[in-house]
C-alpha cells in the first residue's frame, strides 16, 4: 500500500577532488589511465538492453595522440535506429506507471556509483578520449554529472509539489506525466556531464530516450550508459545508439513519435534539426519539445577600473581551459585603452608559461582539441587573421603531426566586428578589441549587437556605477553573466545555465526550468458537491 510522500534527499554539491601529488586520488586515477589506455575496448549499441555489433565501426583515438586507439565502436544506421524507436516505445508504460520514488531512486544511486567506485573510470574515459586534464575531467564527468543527477531528482519532486488553489466544495490538482512519445538525445563531445544529463533528465520524468553521443565521447558516454544500467535503468528506457546525423534527422527526428529533442551542440546542427520538425510538424502525434543549448562568442569586459589581476586570470582561465572547447569559453575581449598595454603585458607573460601536451602529465594545462576537423577549423581562423591587415596575432600558433595541438592564441583586433570577434571558433583563441575610454557606451552596443549569440559574458570592474552600467547595457547579450570572475564554471544549483538568441532555447540545463520541459500536465477539477440545477438563480423573474 503507497500511503506516504517520498522526500529525495537535499542535494549539495560534489566536491572537487584536487588529485595533489602524494595522494591517493592521484594514484587511483593514474592507475585507471594506465589501464584504459593499454586496451581497445568494443563498443556496442545498446537497444532494449541488448548489446548489438554492426559491420559498420569507427575508431576513437586520443586528441593528444591520434594515432593512439583506445576504442572501436558500432555504429548504428536505419534498422538499429528503427529498433531503438521500438524498444523505446516498448517500454515506456512501464517506466512511466513505476512510482516516481523508485525512478529516482535509479538515479540517485546512479549518483553514488558515479561519486565513488565509477569515479576514476570515468574521469579517465574523459580525459583520454576528450583530451581533458585531471581538473577538467573532475569538474565535468564526476562532479557535475553527479549534481545533475541529485539536483534533478530533487527538482522533480518540487515540480511535482507545484499544486494549484482550491474554492469551496471544489479540489482541484495537477498530475504530471511525460511527454507523448519518445526523446531524443542529441549530445555534445565537450562535457560527459551534459550527455549524461540530456538523456537522464528526461528520464527521470518517466519518458524513453534515443541517445545518439557525439562520435569524439563515445568512450565515457558508453562507461556512464553501463553505470546507469548497473544502477538499475530497465531494458529500454535509454538507447545508446552512435550513428550518423543525418541518419538521425532521417529516421528519429522525422518519426511520429517524436516527442521532444533535447540537444546541445552547433547552432548550425539545431536549426536544421528545427527545420526538419518544422517540415515534418503535420505527421507527429504531438508537437515536439525542442530543447537547445547551442554555441556562443562570449565576452570580457573590462572596465578602466579593473583590477589588472583579476582580468588577466579570467582571461587566461576562461579562453584556454580545456582548450577554448565550452560553449561558455571567453573567446573576445573588450579592453579600455589606459590599461592595455598593462594588460598586453601580463596577459602574454601568463600565457608564456602554460604548459601544453597529453593530460596523462598533471603539469599540463592544456590538451589537444578534439580532432582534425576542429584543428584544421582553428588553423583557418588563425591564418586569416594573420593576412587580414585589421588584425594581429600577438601569440599562438599549431602542430598535429602527434596530437591536435593549437596553442593558447591572442588576436588583437581594430574593431568589434572582425571576424575573429564575432565568429564562434570553438578553440583556444582570445580576440581583443582596446576600445578608448571615451567610448564606453559605444563600444557596450557593438558587444550587445556584433555577434548573434547570448550565452555567457563577464564584467571586470571595481568601479560599482561601471559594474551596473554594464551589467544594464548587456542585459541581453549573456544568459550567464559573471561580475569580476570569468564567465565559466557554471554550477549546478548555484548558476543554472543558458542563454537566448543563436546560443539556444534557454532552458537552464541543471535547473527546475529545464525539468518542466519534459512533462506533461493534466488539470483535475473534483467536485465535493456537484448540484443537479440547471436553471442560475440570476434568472428568476424581476
Known amino acids: 500500500m503507497r500511503n506516504a510522500y517520498f522526500h529525495v534527499p537535499k542535494p549539495s554539491n560534489e566536491p572537487v577532488r584536487a588529485y595533489l601529488k602524494g595522494s591517493e586520488e592521484r594514484r587511483l586515477l593514474k592507475e585507471e589511465l ?24 569507427a575508431e576513437v583515438v586520443m586528441p593528444h595522440d591520434h594515432g593512439h586507439v583506445l576504442a572501436r565502436h558500432s555504429i548504428a544506421g536505419e534498422n538499429e535506429l528503427k529498433a ?42 574523459t580525459m583520454l578520449g576528450q583530451s581533458k586534464t585531471a581538473y577538467q575531467a573532475e569538474i565535468d564527468s564526476a562532479c557535475e554529472l553527479t549534481d545533475f543527477l541529485r539536483f534533478g531528482a530533487y527538482y522533480a519532486e518540487q515540480i ?15 498530475l504530471y506525466r511525460p511527454l507523448d512519445g519518445f526523446v531524443a538525445a542529441i549530445t555534445p563531445f565537450n562535457f560527459t556531464s551534459i550527455a549524461g544529463n ?46 550518423r546525423g543525418s541518419d538521425i534527422s532521417k529516421y528519429v527526428i522525422s518519426d511520429r513519435g ?8 552547433s547552432t548550425s546542427v539545431f536549426q536544421t534539426i528545427w527545420q526538419n520538425v518544422g517540415a515534418n510538424i503535420a505527421n507527429y502525434a504531438s508537437y515536439p519539445r525542442l530543447v537547445g543549448e547551442t554555441g556562443g562568442k562570449d565576452f570580457v569586459f573590462a572596465h578602466k577600473s579593473a583590477d589588472i ?86 601569440c599562438g600558433g599549431y602542430d598535429d603531426s602527434k596530437g591536435y595541438f593549437v596553442s593558447p592564441t591572442v588576436i588583437l583586433c581594430e574593431t568589434p566586428y572582425a571576424e575573429p570577434m564575432v565568429k564562434e571558433i570553438f578553440g583556444p583563441v582570445l580576440s581583443l578589441y582596446v576600445y578608448p575610454d571615451a567610448d564606453l557606451k559605444e563600444t557596450l552596443a ?14 571586470i570592474a571595481a568601479d560599482r556605477g561601471a559594474i551596473i552600467q554594464i551589467s544594464e547595457a548587456l542585459q541581453g547579450a549573456a544568459g550567464n553573466f559573471y561580475i569580476n570572475d570569468k564567465p565559466t564554471g557554471a554550477v549546478i544549483g548555484q548558476q543554472p545555465f543558458g542563454g537566448g538568441r543563436a546560443s539556444g532555447t534557454n532552458d537552464k540545463a541543471g535547473s527546475v526550468f529545464n525539468m518542466l520541459r519534459w512533462v ?20 428568476d423573474a424581476e
Open 34 to 57: 594506465d589501464a584504459q589506455a593499454g586496451r581497445i575496448v568494443d563498443i556496442p549499441l545498446i537497444i532494449g538492453g541488448k548489446e548489438i555489433f554492426t559491420d559498420e565501426t
Open 84 to 125: 531503438a524507436i521500438d524498444a523505446s516505445v516498448g517500454a515506456k508504460a512501464a517506466w512511466a506507471g513505476m512510482p516516481w520514488e523508485h525512478r529516482a531512486a535509479i538515479f540517485l544511486r546512479a549518483a553514488e556509483f558515479l561519486a565513488g567506485p565509477w569515479r576514476y573510470k570515468i574521469n579517465a574515459a
Open 160 to 174: 511535482f509539489n507545484i499544486q494549484p488553489e482550491n474554492a469551496p466544495a471544489i479540489w482541484n490538482r495537477l
Open 198 to 243: 540530456l538523456g537522464a533528465a528526461p528520464a527521470m520524468l518517466g519518458n524513453t530516450v534515443i541517445w545518439k553521443p557525439g562520435t569524439t565521447s563515445i568512450l565515457s558516454c558508453y562507461y556512464f550508459m553501463r553505470l546507469l544500467m548497473e544502477a538499475g535503468l530497465p531494458a529500454g528506457v535509454m538507447n545508446f545508439v552512435p550513428s
Open 258 to 265: 517524436l516527442g521532444g529533442v533535447h540537444f546541445t551542440g
Open 309 to 394: 589581476g583579476v582580468l588577466v586570470s579570467a582571461l587566461v582561465r576562461g579562453s584556454f581551459e580545456y582548450q577554448g572547447q565550452k560553449c561558455s569559453a571567453a573567446s573576445r575581449a573588450f579592453i579600455p585603452y589606459s590599461i592595455w598595454e598593462e594588460v598586453r603585458e601580463r596577459l602574454l607573460s601568463a600565457i608564456s608559461v602554460l604548459k601544453m601536451g597529453d593530460i596523462r602529465d598533471f603539469r599540463n594545462f592544456m590538451g589537444a582539441v578534439i580532432d582534425k576537423a576542429s584543428f584544421d577549423n582553428i588553423k583557418g581562423y588563425i591564418e586569416r587573421a594573420k593576412a587580414n591587415p585589421d588584425t594581429e596575432v600577438l
Open 446 to 459: 557593438a558587444c550587445d549587437s556584433a555577434s548573434a549569440y547570448a550565452l555567457t559574458g563577464a564584467v
Open 520 to 539: 506533461n500536465t493534466q488539470t483535475i477539477k473534483e467536485n465535493l458537491l456537484p448540484t443537479n440545477e440547471i436553471i442560475y438563480p440570476y434568472m
